[in-house]
């Protein structure tokens, strides 16, 4: 019996563990394929490789009348997408089933909570206070009844009913957030670095062909010159910045465009931010203007 084998000897042939997949969301808006097909055609040509052999799962929910679901599948394929599931309703959601799509819920996202400056009185403290002033001052005179001692007193003559409510009275710690994750070398061409529930920080270069992607903000402290995604998960408050602006594609909520013609001398090879505006459109301003 080889070493592998004793290894595998009392494990089970197979086994469920939880997974994650990221997979890219087709919306659709009209149930004419051909209609479908040339929007599909200009997307994909505009995104380049960017979208190429990830999961697909296509949304028809806006779509009432009936689909030709193995010309679409066959069109999304034919791009080196692969279809694994449908979000869809009647006969349009059978006609997906029949055409070998899994029906799948979409959740909408989280909503990732508001950053706001913590008050004085939950700052941690960072330092011991200065020498001399460590204990407080016992006065000698008589203690009042709101003094320390007093406390002490009633406390040992708490009740009952007293230590039961004492843990409602007590304040529960706040949840920490995740840290940013921060990748502190340059990305060539072919990586991907994903920053999930969080902001991602790189500190250097992202190279043309390498992709940076992120729940929540993205910093690049370098040349921006691949592909970046914040707000990976719908969250249309995420930015993207950086210090030095040369994309070749910015995309936030999925929200994305595509750089083909050189950016305006304003912005090309600047500090710049993105963000979403008021239309839910990608705006690009050049920091410091």
């Given amino acids: ?7 595998r000897k009392g494990q089970p042939a197979l086994d469920f563990k939880s997974a994650t997949l990221y997979a890219v969301r087709v919306v659709l808006n009209s149930h004419d394929i ?5 929007a599909l055609d200009i997307r994909m040509r505009d995104a380049g490789s960017f979208f190429e052999h990830e999961p697909v799962v296509i949304d028809s929910t806006a779509v009432e009348q009936r689909i030709d679901w193995s010309a679409l599948l066959q069109a ?9 599931g449908v979000v869809a309703t009647g006969d ?5 089933q029949q055409a070998g799509l899994t029906a799948v819920d979409l959740a909408n996202p989280v909503p990732r909570p508001t950053s706001t400056p913590a008050p004085d009185s939950e ?9 001399g002033q460590d204990k407080p001052k016992q006065a000698a005179s008589k203690r009042s009844p709101d003094s320390p001692a007093a406390d002490d007193a009633k406390t040992a003559t708490k009740t009952p009913e007293d230590n039961k409510a004492e843990p409602a009275r007590q304040l529960s710690l706040p949840e920490i957030a995740p840290a940013a994750m ?6 060539r061409s072919g990586q991907r670095i994903y920053a999930r529930d969080t902001d991602l920080i790189i500190i250097g270069v992202v ?22 995604m914040a707000g990976a998960r719908g969250d249309t408050r995420a930015r993207i910045f950086t210090t030095q602006l040369d ?36 705006h690009i301003t050049a920091l410091g203007k």
């Fill in 123 to 131: 700052v941690p403290v960072v330092a011991p206070p200065p020498a």
């Fill in 34 to 38: 051909d209609t479908l097909v040339a």
């Fill in 247 to 282: 994309p070749e594609l910015l995309a936030i909520a999925g929200v994305y465009r595509v750089i083909e013609t050189r950016l305006d001398d304003s912005l090309k090879n600047q500090p710049a931010i993105i963000q979403l505006d008021e239309d839910d459109a990608l």
């Fill in 182 to 187: 921060v990748i502190n070398r340059p990305l």
């Fill in 207 to 228: 190279s043309q062909g390498a992709e940076v992607i992120a729940d929540g903000n993205i910093h690049v402290y370098g040349p921006l010159r691949g592909k970046a």
């Fill in 1 to 7: 019996m080889s070493e592998s084998t004793r290894k």
């Fill in 92 to 96: 349009n959601l059978e006609g997906a």
């Fill in 76 to 84: 999304l394929q034919g791009h080196n997408l692969h279809p694994v």
